[in-house]
């Protein structure tokens, strides 16, 4: 497998020389193969925009290797476009990342500059939309400053989409949405992992949505990495978890707690049916059935 992301040795340091000065992050290393989709999970404040935000070069590395798709990001005359292609990042504020006046304008932006036609354009924007659950024909004549949170950051998203990037970084990507928006939005990101081999790199302090759609987990703790592997496996560290201020799936504490009550169930099962069956399975058969 090759690599989507490999870091190594990280280091960010903002306003640096001045009395404001802050290390974001320290000695930072990991590697994301192409097609896993990896979370990145931590307290608030530990330093997972900034290093979602070097993964397409917007901020670029002060120490440490980065490679991206197979590019240094360190080489001084990086093309930086090229890589914007390829990566496609959401913000985790999406005001950052909307500009036109109109809901297609916007989301057509991208397609529009890498020159494609308008016939392609349109499909792609057609595409995008449907992808973040905004109905095509009712939404891209309206304007983008009036949307509410949910919809400025599908909107954020499609454009986002709409680039048909390589390789996806989501900043908190369901922060906000209502739970139907997050759920079809969660499946529709699982299917362009899973079945069109997207690599997905996203921060989430959502546990249940982590457990669902990643294959890799790191945990980021004051701008270092504190941990990392499985959803299953992060998730049976319940002191690990706690010491960084990270929850864990309902289904998962459920199972744990029934454990530590004697009750033999597999604590690492965090999908609803398969955690209800894990409970059935330890109560006593009902008379009469
Ligand atoms: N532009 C900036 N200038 C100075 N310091 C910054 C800047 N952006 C972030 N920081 C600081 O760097 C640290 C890491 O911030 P970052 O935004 O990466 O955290 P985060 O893990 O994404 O947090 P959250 O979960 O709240 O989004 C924080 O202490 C933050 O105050
Ligand atoms: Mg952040």
């Known amino acids: 497998m090759t690599d989507a992301v490999r870091v190594e040795n990280l280091s960010h340091t903002y306003m640096l020389g001045t009395p404001m000065e802050h290390q974001a992050?320290?000695?930072?290393?990991?590697?994301?193969?192409?097609?896993?989709?990896?979370?990145?999970?931590?307290?608030?404040?530990?330093?997972?925009?900034?290093?979602?935000q070097h993964f397409n070069a917007l901020l670029r590395p002060q120490s440490g290797s980065l490679t991206v798709a197979g590019e240094d990001l360190g080489r001084p005359?990086?093309?930086?476009?090229?890589?914007?292609?390829?990566?496609?990042?959401?913000?985790?504020?999406?005001?950052?990342?909307?500009?036109?006046?109109?809901?297609?304008?916007?989301?057509?932006?991208?397609?529009?500059?890498?020159?494609?036609?308008?016939?392609?354009?349109?499909?792609?924007?057609?595409?995008?939309?449907?992808?973040?659950?905004?109905?095509?024909?009712?939404?891209?004549?309206?304007t983008t400053f009036a949307l509410s949170g949910g919809q400025k950051r599908k909107v954020a998203?499609?454009?986002?989409?709409?680039?048909?990037?390589?390789?996806?970084?989501l900043d908190e990507p369901t922060a906000?949405?209502?739970?139907?928006?997050?759920?079809?939005?969660?499946a529709r990101i699982k299917d362009l992992n899973r079945e069109e081999g997207l690599t997905v790199i996203f921060v989430s302090h959502n546990m249940?949505?982590?457990?669902?759609?990643?294959?890799?987990?790191?945990?980021?703790?004051?701008?270092?990495?504190?941990?990392?592997?499985?959803p299953r496996e992060v998730f049976s560290q319940p002191d690990?978890?706690?010491?960084?201020?990270?929850?864990?799936?309902?289904?998962?504490?459920?199972?744990?707690?029934?454990?530590?009550?004697?009750l033999s169930v597999d604590p690492?099962?965090?999908d609803v049916d398969l955690a209800a069956s894990e409970i059935v399975s330890v109560l006593p058969e009902r008379e009469g059935e």
Not at 28 to 42: F, H, K, Y
Not at 120 to 142: C, I, Q, Y
Not at 217 to 225: E, I, Q, T
């Open 25 to 52: 992050l320290h000695q930072v290393s990991l590697r994301i193969e192409t097609g896993q989709c990896a979370a990145i999970i931590g307290h608030t404040g530990c330093g997972k925009s900034t290093l979602i």
């Open 77 to 142: 005359k990086l093309d930086v476009k090229a890589i914007r292609r390829k990566v496609g990042l959401l913000f985790q504020n999406p005001e950052d990342q909307i500009f036109e006046k109109l809901v297609g304008d916007d989301i057509a932006f991208g397609p529009y500059k890498q020159g494609l036609s308008v016939r392609e354009v349109t499909e792609r924007v057609k595409w995008a939309m449907e992808v973040v659950g905004l109905p095509f024909s009712e939404m891209k004549d309206r």
């Open 157 to 169: 998203l499609a454009g986002v989409l709409a680039l048909r990037p390589e390789i996806l970084v």
């Open 176 to 186: 906000g949405l209502d739970p139907k928006s997050r759920k079809d939005l969660l």
């Open 208 to 230: 249940e949505e982590v457990a669902y759609l990643a294959d890799l987990v790191y945990v980021l703790a004051d701008g270092s990495v504190a941990a990392s592997g499985t």
């Open 240 to 262: 690990l978890l706690q010491m960084h201020r990270i929850g864990m799936p309902e289904t998962i504490e459920i199972l744990h707690e029934l454990n530590e009550a004697g």
């Open 268 to 270: 690492g099962v965090h």
